[in-house]
């Protein structure tokens, strides 16, 4: 399964609700997950769970990890859905794999590279992966298309602005069908709460999730520790300040995972 991240608008929160998500399915289900992205330019992907220093200079450097070095491998060999494991990064052994973008410095070059393999390289992660979260940044649309046409789900990045909620409906309306709706940066206190836009826009009622703003939760994404906020706060009590956000990302997940017809409760782990 595939399940796609995708904004009309910037500073929604996307890449932060995905590593949220991808991290509570990987360590909550029975399920091996792979997140991906299609980013240019630097994407906090890699950051929020690696050393920032240790992506900056070592691992920009290695010739037989990430997109790129799958994007070679692939022009000249035969390919199977085994191969592509062997150029992720691990960040929970056997759960949660990361494959890191690219480190090439001509933008077109790298559109045409991407565009040249992504279709293998989704089909295949498809195969070999229980779920594949992809972080789609701005890029050709060409190289969006095919995400979307891979994509079993894609979950749509808003925010609380009227104006952003209205842009989607008017102008991307042709992506509802297959999406579920995702609010991040969420504040309880905004007069467009979630039960507000729900009566709003009639489309978001069983379709839409939130993720609050959680400061913790930010500050450990910039310092590469996502997945140890997560393993420290996964059996939060309801006292604790972080249970809100917790149990609302836990609410995300099971959105998206019902939403692929998984049955949660069979690929739940037990406490």
């Not at 904004?7 to 609700?17: D, E, L, V």
């Not at 559109?111 to 779920?131: M, R």
């Not at 999406?179 to 489309?203: E, P």
Request: charged share 25%; with cysteine.
């Amino acid at each position: 399964m595939q399940v796609s991240f995708w904004s009309n608008y910037h500073q929604t929160g996307t890449t932060c609700n995905l590593i949220a998500t991808a991290t509570n399915v990987a360590l909550e289900y029975r399920m091996k997950v792979l997140i991906a992205h299609n980013h240019f330019d630097k994407s906090a992907l890699e950051t929020s769970f690696l050393d920032r220093e240790y992506v900056e200079k070592e691992l920009s450097n290695l010739n037989d990890v990430g997109v790129d070095a799958l994007s070679s491998f692939i022009k000249f060999n035969k390919v199977s859905k085994e191969n592509i494991s062997r150029y992720t990064t691990t960040l929970i052994s056997n759960k949660l794999e990361l494959l890191v973008g690219t480190s090439i410095t001509s933008r077109d070059l790298y559109l045409k590279e991407l565009n040249d393999v992504i279709d293998v390289v989704l089909a295949l992660s498809k195969e070999y992966y229980d779920v594949v979260f992809v972080d789609v940044g701005p890029g050709e649309p060409e190289i969006i298309k095919k995400i979307f046409d891979h994509s079993d789900l894609i979950v749509v990045n808003l925010n609380q602005n009227y104006n952003i909620i209205l842009d989607f409906f008017e102008n991307y309306s042709e992506l509802a069908e297959k999406a579920v709706f995702m609010f991040g940066k969420y504040d309880k206190n905004s007069n467009f709460n979630i039960k507000s836009l729900q009566r709003k826009f009639r489309l978001l009622k069983g379709k839409s999730a939130i993720i609050p703003y959680n400061i913790h939760f930010a500050d450990a994404c910039c310092e590469g520790r996502a997945i140890d906020f997560f393993m420290r706060n996964l059996r939060a009590e309801k006292d604790d300040n972080n249970y809100y956000f917790m149990n609302e990302v836990r609410k995300a997940a099971q959105l998206i995972l019902n939403s692929l017809n998984i049955d949660v409760n069979q690929k739940k782990l037990g406490d």
